[in-house]
């Protein structure tokens, strides 16, 4: 099957769930849809996404941040929006944000809040992962946990994982 069409699939378990059940984006003006500097990383295959649809609202990079599966390195993409964007196409980071997939030192995936975001968004600043919506936790972890079947993804989000240790000593 297309990886595009995976996420496409993925995405729609998003479409009407959010972190709460009122727009967050009041409380911050939407800071996390600003379409500045920051950018969303895409996850292993998602380009295939913005390469099927082709959006004038989204832009792809390369960034430093990679990992290594089978002898092979891969960049890990970004996205960057103009800040207005079509909501049933986003990628998979903003549809998540502000949680954000762990894998812990046993192996097992947990949904963090993304420590990046505790700078930007103010539920990230306030909220343990029981303030967030049951059914949207639980959405994250099944998406993440059926990704991680792939053994490149698995091996992804071990880097990704590790990376976001850097951010974890410094906001914790």
Known sequence: MNTAYVYLQLYRLFDEI?????????????ACCKGDDGGMFLFPGEISVYKL??????????????????????????????????????????????LTPYLNENG??????????????????AFFIDDYDAAFVKNVKNVFTLLAKNKQFFTFLKAYSEYLDEFRRFYD
């Open 18 to 30: 959010t972190p709460v059940p009122t727009d967050c984006g009041r409380l911050c003006k939407k």
């Open 53 to 98: 649809l082709g959006p004038d609202w989204i832009k792809t990079d390369k960034t430093d941040f990679y990992y290594e599966y089978n002898s092979k390195r891969y960049n890990v993409p970004i996205a960057f929006c103009s800040g207005d964007c079509d909501r049933y196409q986003r990628p998979l980071a903003c549809r998540i944000f502000p």
């Open 108 to 125: 097992t995936i947990e949904v963090i809040t993304d420590p990046r975001a505790k700078r930007l968004c103010p539920l990230a600043k």
